[in-house]
């Protein structure tokens, strides 16, 4: 007991003390799952709203492949991208493995079908007569698509921070394709798990408390936007 | 130079039922036309199909500037606006609702603040201006649902059933909204009802329709 009180006393003064490693952690934390989020929404976003306005043949298998993959294991995902960029893998080449930029790949590939799916879904949640109503104010298809997702914001944003809060708390993927290395590929959950196994928990416990809050962070934005949407009758 | 919509023998069908049999028609410049007949009778289709927002299965719509036929294109599509009876109102302010025709088509600033206000003036809703549109009544989403058209000044402006899910008090109001557009004599207005007297009210030229069919013009 007296070690785990000791161990969160040095925490708070790690946490309070700015500690230079921890801050590079955090930052590099933020970085790489801000990046794999910015990806995802990019391309996932503009994807969403195709699937939820227009019909073509492959358009039911991609839904149903977004849904499966929003559950996919990151360690499974981890072990993909670490074949890929591997020496004997196809984009070996590009001599990526065990840098922030493989971890921004393996945490795009698990935040991707999340922002897909539910960004799709509120999109398809829209009444049908916003559609009706945009076309008949004489709105182009392109302007009448982006008056959809605009209707869908709320749900859009809901969809944005769930996806980042499961990289940000996700381990194994960039455990394998990061490497952990100190001060290059090291971010919070990898450290966490590092210190855990070395015996050293306050650093651990220091950076279970920030992700902790980050955590509580993201949900209350994430309450605050749904009830932000709610309009009172 | 005001549009003059013209269509000739419409055929529509869903699913092998047809809904529109042979319709023909010419909608004149500055005129109020009620559509009326009872529920089902093709009113709100042949709406909709002269608002060009769905395609006849046979025959000809053709909407006639002086004596040239209008190509049909957006441009053509940003001259009319149908207000559908369940007004679909988006997620902001009456305001912005009120704005989004000018909105989407460049219209920015004073003059789309002057039309704006003007249309909310004229419906009676210049007062809820920044309330979000989703906290109106059914009367005033409705009348939402006209002020947006009007704030666009449409040369042909389509009401489908405008007061067909509103109380007496308003609907009353929206009566009076529409013949006061008339007094202003800017545009043609095509309404569709199934109620008799309020066609009488309202319009300039009855339309019945029955079993598919104009059968009186």
Redesign the interface.
């Known amino acids: 007991m007296d070690s785990i009180i000791e161990g969160f006393r040095k925490a708070f003064i790690l946490i309070f003390n700015l500690d230079a490693e921890l801050l590079g952690i955090i930052f590099l934390s933020l970085k790489v799952s801000g990046s794999a989020l910015l990806v995802s929404a990019v391309i996932g976003i503009p994807l969403s709203a195709i699937l939820g306005s227009k019909k073509f043949p492959a358009k039911g298998f991609i839904i149903s492949l977004m849904n499966t993959f929003m559950g996919l294991p990151p360690v499974v995902v981890g072990l993909f991208v670490y074949i890929m960029l591997s020496r004997s893998g196809p984009l070996g080449f590009m001599g990526l493995l065990y840098t922030p930029s493989a971890m921004v790949i393996a945490q795009t590939i698990l935040a991707f079908p999340i922002v897909v799916s539910l960004c799709h879904s509120a999109i398809v949640g829209v009444?049908p007569?916003?559609?009706?109503?945009?076309?008949?104010?004489?709105?182009?298809p392109f302007?009448t698509t982006i008056?959809i997702i605009?209707?869908a914001r709320y749900g859009i944003m809901s969809g944005v921070i769930a996806a980042f809060g499961r990289v940000m708390a996700e381990v194994g993927a960039i455990l394998i394709v990061g490497g952990n290395i100190a001060g290059y590929t090291r971010v919070m959950t990898t450290t966490i798990a590092l210190e855990t196994d070395k015996g050293n928990f306050e650093l651990a416990l220091a950076l279970g408390i920030i992700l902790l809050t980050i955590s509580l962070l993201i949900n209350a934005v994430l309450h605050f936007i749904q009830k932000k949407?709610m309009?009172?009758? | 130079m005001g549009l003059i919509l013209s269509i000739s023998d419409i055929y529509k069908s869903y699913n092998g039922k047809p809904v529109l049999k042979d319709c023909s028609f010419s909608f004149d410049r500055d005129s109020v036309y009620v559509l009326t007949g009872p529920n089902g009778s093709g009113k709100s289709t042949l709406l909709r199909i002269c608002a060009l927002l769905e395609p006849p299965d046979r025959g000809e719509i053709n909407y006639l500037s002086g004596s040239d036929i209008v190509k049909k294109d957006t441009e053509l599509k940003r001259r009319m606006t149908l207000v559908l009876p369940k007004v679909g109102v988006f997620n902001t302010t009456v305001f912005k609702n009120a704005a989004y025709g000018l909105k989407i088509r460049g219209i920015k600033g004073k003059e789309m603040e002057e039309r704006v206000n003007k249309a909310l003036d004229f419906v009676g809703l210049m007062h809820k201006k920044n309330q979000n549109a989703l906290t109106l009544s059914s009367g005033e989403t409705q009348r939402l649902g006209i002020a947006r058209a009007m704030a666009i000044e449409p040369e042909i402006l389509f009401l489908d059933e405008p007061t067909a899910s509103v109380d007496r008090e308003n609907t009353g109001i929206i009566e009076n909204i529409i013949l006061n557009m008339k007094r202003q004599d800017k545009s043609t207005i095509v309404i569709t009802t199934h109620d008799m007297s309020q066609a009488e009210r309202l319009g300039d030229i009855m339309l019945i329709m029955s079993e598919c069919r104009i059968i009186q013009g």
């Not at chain 1, 007569?129 to 182009?140: R, V």
């Open positions: 009444d007569i916003i559609k009706q109503a945009s076309m008949t104010l004489g709105a182009t302007q008056t605009k209707e949407g309009v009172k009758e």
